[in-house]
Antibody, heavy 125, light 112 residues
Framework: QVQLVESGGGVVQPGRSLRLSCAAS????????MHWVRQAPGKGLEWVAV????????NYADSVKGRFTISRDYSKNTLYLQMNSLRVEDTAVYYC??????????????????WGQGTLVTVSS | DIVMTQSPDSLAVSLGERATINCKSS????????????LAWYQQKPGQPPKLLIY???TRESGVPDRFSGSGSGTDFTLTISSLQAEDVAVYYC?????????FGGGTKVEI
């Protein structure tokens, strides 16, 4: 069965960096685009970033562009999110999610058919 | 960005009764070339990640009970739970994937 397991969250001071990981299993990792989606405490969902199945394309929310980098390691079946220059407003549970079955109209579908359990990032001085 | 507006913010429904959640997009999410609405619905129970229920506005994800149904087109969409069960207590989100950035509605909390 599909499993996505995030790790790497924690408490970090504003301006510092953190790297999140998402270990994928139960499917062919190299065939799917992957996303990060976050949820601030008690709030709604916000899409953060996407990487294509082959790693050649990336896209980011404006709120994190230039600070966050999404990447993937096929040898480890792992998705990453490098977060630099963290801000208080980045505090959230970060979920990795698999890109859903699209219609080939773009390089990703943009909806999410499997989600991990999430990892909490708290940015605080 | 496309703004997704859900209503109501919360609703209380008796067991076995119908629950209806509305979602409105600030622009059409219907792609005319394939007549598909790029709209998904998710269910999030407390302490859990979201779970995909519906995509293409009305296609039920595998394993989702048939009491969940999605309808609508263009800018106005509805998620219906035909006969509410205790395990359906959750927050429900709509999401457009018509254009980037993909965006979510604010959520609707369903209670008994």
């Amino acid at each position: 069965q599909v499993q996505l397991v995030e790790s790497g969250g924690g408490v970090v001071q504003p301006g510092r960096s953190l790297r999140l990981s998402c270990a994928a299993s139960g499917f062919t990792f190299s065939r799917y685009g992957m996303h990060w989606v976050r949820q601030a405490p008690g709030k709604g969902l916000e899409w953060v970033a996407v990487i294509s199945y082959d790693g050649r394309n990336e896209n980011y929310a404006d709120s994190v562009k230039g600070r966050f980098t999404i990447s993937r390691d096929y040898s480890k079946n792992t998705l990453y999110l490098q977060m630099n220059s963290l801000r208080v407003e980045d505090t959230a549970v970060y979920y990795c999610a698999r890109d859903g079955p699209g219609d080939s109209s773009g390089w990703y579908s943009g909806f999410f058919d499997y989600w991990g359990q999430g990892t909490l990032v708290t940015v605080s001085s | 960005d496309i703004v997704m507006t859900q209503s109501p913010d919360s609703l209380a429904v008796s067991l076995g009764e119908r629950a209806t959640i509305n979602c409105k997009s600030s622009q059409s999410v219907l792609y005319s070339s394939n007549n598909k609405n790029y709209l998904a619905w998710y269910q999030q129970k407390p302490g859990q990640p979201p779970k995909l229920l519906i995509y293409w506005a009305s296609t039920r994800e595998s394993g989702v009970p048939d009491r969940f149904s999605g309808s609508g087109s263009g800018t106005d969409f509805t998620l219906t739970i035909s006969s509410l069960q205790a395990e359906d207590v959750a927050v429900y989100y709509c999401q457009q994937f018509y254009t980037g950035p993909v965006t979510f509605g604010g959520g609707t909390k369903v209670e008994i």
